[in-house]
């Protein structure tokens, strides 16, 4: 954890659970006593339309309320807007760009324009999920992914947090199996 | 003694909580985005039983405001919250609601006004309701629009004030983000609330009264104006001394003008909301370089705290006033008006210059507010102000 401002943009299409995550990751900054913010951009919406959201965590009070136009992190939940949507857009150069896909990252990097020095992390979210929660939820493992690759918020936390969100309509069954996501995305993301 | 809990939560949410542990009789409210999920989630918490109040779901904002006028008469501590072409709608009961002298309080979530169709923030609904007679807070966070809800009561309820008050909080910036947000237990706000004894209810048949008279020609309709502008007077003191009690109590500052970096500042910007933390923000940086930049928060727009404001904006070298709604034909936007108002009777002319910005949601990019100190200092340089109103980030070709 920082004191450092980091700014995260997620991509997803809309029913992705990308606002969920968002909401869930800065939830469990705030367990860790960080400041932040997270918001969708609002506009027309409906299920499968691509979607933005945005997460700011920072050890110190977050006092900015414009976009995130150059973030620190891009996540996007579906590989199928690398092609319609440009997902690296404003991309610190020392910043990460996490995919859900079964692409390989230096395959990624040949059709995305990131800057050489950005880092390009890709995991198969997707297949992850359908393993464990049975469903194509990708959200929970991504953020998995984000935890190893940048650690702006602590597993843990994020687990506990996990758990008691999931507690109100699932038992341990289920429980287990998102922790089971978040571990192997941890585990399996590839970096190029 | 207070205990307090840090959230994650909507700036919506937490203004639903204040109401909540303020304990209204009533309330009356139609959705309208971005107000929706305050009335949502105070209608959750009524269904639940997480609160003893007269829900009323009307068909529009006008009933809204009438219900909520109704049920104010009668004597109940009344709530209600609106947005943008709903505020528009309850225009005419604006005013019924503070010549009857009636202290509903209302969040607004700002957003501007069609058309062309937007449901984004500006300030251009709140500005309509600006001579309606309603005390009105200003909050740039999530924070402050939970702890002006809860002063709003104290305030509007004062005997010496006795009118309505609104607690604005900019739309989707401030209504939808997740922010840190600290609450205070129930019980602490309840007694810091207190319970409303109406002076003059409808209902008290033991001593009945006569509300909304007819008062005109040779009627007292003139004084009963008068007495508004009395107790529109009176809330200057009033808000003060609530804002000092609740400060003691959250441990978080409130004064109706806020300041960062005026001790030497030469220049400084005026503003409202959210976008006082951008500019913050920006001054922050600027100060690091050794630019003596300020930062004035305008917290409480009705009564407006021009001697406030002319205290600590005296000798300043050059001000910008941000506007983020328009008065079309005037010299400038509102707050605008007002600052140059306050500062006339200055000895010394402070050069005060105008930007109009982020109508319709327009993103408050940092660098406009660095342009802003930019020709603040140029003009405290010596250079020429910018001739006429700047609209701040607007696309040339427009």
Known sequence: ?192 | MPTHKTLAATGNAVVAEAMRQCKPDVMAAYPITPQTTIVEEFAAFVAKGKTHCEYVTVESEHSAMSACIGAAAAGARVMTATSSQGLALMWEELHIASGMRLPIVMANANRALSAPINIHCDHSDIMGARDTGWVTYFAETAQEAYDNTIMAVRVAEHPDVMLPAMSTLDGFITTHSIDRVSVMDDETVAAFAGEYVPKSALLDTDAPVLHGAFAGLGGPFFEFKKQQRVAMENARQVIKDVGAEYSALSGRPFDVVETWGMEDAEIAIVVLGSTAGNVRHVARDLRAKGLKAGVVKVRVWRPFPYAELAAVLKGLKAVAVLDRAESFGAEGGPLFLETRGALYDLETRVPVVGYIYGLGGADVKLELIERVYQDLSDIAAGSAAPAGLVYLGAREEA
């Open chain 1, 1 to 192: 954890m920082s004191m450092q401002l980091t700014e995260i943009r997620w991509h997803a299409r809309a029913g992705q659970g990308a606002v969920t995550a968002a909401k869930v990751v800065a939830e469990t900054a705030l367990a860790a006593d960080q400041y932040l913010q997270a918001m969708p951009e609002y506009g027309p919406e409906r299920m499968g339309a691509p979607i933005k959201a945005f997460t700011r965590i920072s050890g110190t009070p977050i006092e900015i309320h414009c976009n995130i136009e150059n973030p620190d992190v891009v996540i996007v939940l579906d590989d199928s807007l690398l092609d319609i949507v440009d997902v690296a857009e404003g991309l610190v150069d020392d910043g990460v760009i996490i995919i859900n896909t079964c692409t390989p990252p230096a395959e990624v990097r040949k059709v995305l324009s990131v800057p050489a020095t950005a880092r390009i992390a890709c995991v198969d979210a997707s297949g992850i999920a359908l393993d464990t929660i049975k469903r194509d939820i990708p959200n929970t493992p991504m953020v998995g992914a984000l935890i190893k690759l940048t650690g702006v918020v602590d597993m843990d936390s994020f687990k506990g947090l996990l758990a008691k969100n999931l507690s109100k309509k699932f038992g341990q069954e289920m429980i287990d199996a998102n922790w089971a996501s978040v571990d192997r995305a941890f585990e399996e993301v590839t970096v190029a």
